[in-house]
């Protein structure tokens, strides 16, 4: 239930009791009075305005400072650009503030209508608060930072800022992607960045007929001479293996072969690339392998 707090009549000065007094004033007396006015406000408005620009001069120092001694002190660049996004936002509102103060309006009286305006305001942008809390847990949780590849919301790139509602992405192609941070503190992201070794895996076809022990010593030889293909297990990485030639499915037209082999996460797309081509060279080549087309048998019987 809303309450209606009823003012006094007493503390508001009646329309007559104005005209009262202003009747009561001389010309010359309403000239000096209009003049004043219109002198104080137009030196509160140059104050204001020189306020403003110093204001906006000092914010832009203070940013920089505040950058300065977070990059000096190499504070992750997630936190960095969260933090900054947070700074210019309070210190512009405390300057809008400070200006609206100058200018006469009840500062006090500004700040108790903001905070009630706030509440309708934050129920209406519900989804941006989201977007905020999003931006804290990522920064608490750390799923990824600023340089990692990941795929979130149907879109996929490297992390270049995380900011207050929103973190941007630059895909492969060069494009921004701006990503609500609501979406990505509940949704699945994939992080390619976090493991240093990734499984690059091809799939081709041969022939039926044709020899896969014949085929897979050739895939495995032309790895064999790239030393980005890691060649045996390690340690600290026990999902590393190998590298290997499995047959994945005998298809109507094909023995599909799946090749699989480790290297680090920084070259799994320059050896994907480049085996594409090499794997599609070699089987062509050899004599004893093809690539097969699709086939259809079709047996006609004649009747009568």
């Known amino acids: 239930m809303f309450q209606l707090d009823i003012i006094p009549t007493d503390s508001i000065p009646s329309i007559a009791t104005e005209k009262a007094a202003l009747k009561s004033m001389s010309f010359d007396q309403l000239i000096d009075t209009l003049v004043h006015d219109v002198v104080h406000f137009a030196i509160s408005l140059a104050v204001a305005i020189v306020v403003f620009y110093v204001g906006k001069f000092l914010i832009k120092k203070l940013y920089n400072l505040v950058a300065g001694i977070m990059l000096r002190r190499k504070v992750d660049p997630s936190l960095t650009t969260f933090v900054l996004s947070l700074v210019r936002i309070v210190l512009f509102f405390i300057l809008i503030v400070t200006v609206i103060g100058i200018l006469g309006i009840e500062t006090s009286s500004f700040l108790a209508l903001f905070a009630s305006a706030g509440v309708a305001i934050g129920m209406a942008l519900s989804g941006t608060l989201q977007n905020f ?44 992607i701006i990503i609500p941070n609501g979406g990505l503190s509940t949704g699945s992201i994939n992080n390619y960045s976090t493991q240093l070794y990734r499984r690059v895996e091809w799939s081709l076809g041969i022939s039926y007929g044709e020899d896969v022990e014949t085929a897979r010593t050739l895939l495995l030889g ?14 600290s990485a026990p999902s590393v293996a190998a590298p290997a ?50 086939q259809l048998d079709v047996h006609i019987d004649h009747l009568g």
């Open 133 to 176: 809390a999003g931006g804290v847990l990522i920064l608490l949780l750390k799923p990824f930072k600023v340089g990692d590849y990941i795929e979130a919301q149907g879109f996929a790139g490297t992390v270049t800022r995380i900011e207050i509602f929103n973190t941007i992405i630059c895909t492969p192609d060069n494009k921004s």
């Open 245 to 294: 030639v499995v047959v994945t499915a005998l298809a109507d037209s094909s023995v599909n072969l799946s090749v699989r082999a480790w290297v680090a996460s920084a070259d799994y797309w320059p050896v994907y690339f480049t085996y594409n081509e090499a794997f599609y060279n070699a089987i062509t080549a050899h004599e004893a392998l093809s690539f097969p087309f699709p």
């Open 222 to 235: 032309i790895l064999d001479k790239d030393g980005r293909i890691i060649k045996a297990p390690i340690d």
